[in-house]
Every structure is written in C-alpha cells, then in structure tokens.
C-alpha cells in the first residue's frame, strides 16, 4: 500500500486547510485510514481516523475544528482543518492499517507540512 499525503502548507491563525490522502496498492475491505501530526521533538500524535465501513474518531485536541472525510471507491481520505492556531504547526502524515482499529497501522505516507503563523 503507497499513500500520498498533499494539501499543506501556511495559513494565519484562524484559516483553514483540507488536507487529502491518497491511497493505491492491495487496499482490503477492511482498513482503516488515520491522520497523525509530528513536532520536532515530539511524539507523532494521533488527530484522526476513518474506517472503511464509515466510522471516524477525531482526537479531542483538535474537535470541533478538525473533521475527516473519505471515499472508499476513490481511494482517499480528507482532513479538514478549520479554525487553525499556531500549535496545530506540524508535519501530518495519512496512514493505512488493515483493521478497523485507528491506531494499528500497517504502512505510513508521506507527510505534508502545515505552518499556522500571522
């Protein structure tokens, strides 16, 4: 499984990104798709995840602002990032366990940098 993780880049404090994931390679009914950021210095953080039968989970650090949507026949999965602030700044990755669980991941993306700064 490759996944493609694009849609960063630098907003102001209050602005919004929608970051998209694309998946490719022997995607199994059952998976699970989930978003994590990363801090230099810091452990990668869990923000949110979407199964393959529709269920999501958003970490509560980021709910109420963040929500995740996807499409199993297109093979991708979206991030959107409303009401950003300046410690939402990190590089996220997208990625793919074969299970329903959020955090068991098999295969991580590459990941795309978000910069939240006025």
């Known amino acids: 499984v490759q996944l493609q993780a694009s849609g960063g880049g630098s907003v102001q404090p209050g602005g919004s990104l929608t970051l998209s994931c694309a998946a490719s390679?022997?995607?199994?009914?059952?998976?699970?798709i989930s978003w994590y950021r990363q801090t230099p210095g810091r452990e990668r953080e869990f923000v949110a995840g979407?199964?393959?039968?529709?269920?999501?989970k958003i970490s509560p650090s980021v709910k109420g602002r963040f929500t995740i949507t996807g499409s199993n026949a297109e093979k991708m999965v979206y991030l959107h990032l409303n009401s950003l602030k300046p410690e939402d700044t990190a590089v996220y990755y997208c990625?793919?366990?074969?299970?329903?669980?959020?955090?068991?991941?098999?295969?991580w993306g590459t990941g795309t940098q978000v910069t939240v700064s006025s």
């Open positions: 390679g022997q995607i199994l009914t059952i998976h699970t």
């Open positions: 979407r199964t393959s039968g529709g269920d999501a």
């Open positions: 990625a793919y366990g074969n299970t329903w669980s959020f955090y068991n991941m098999d295969y």
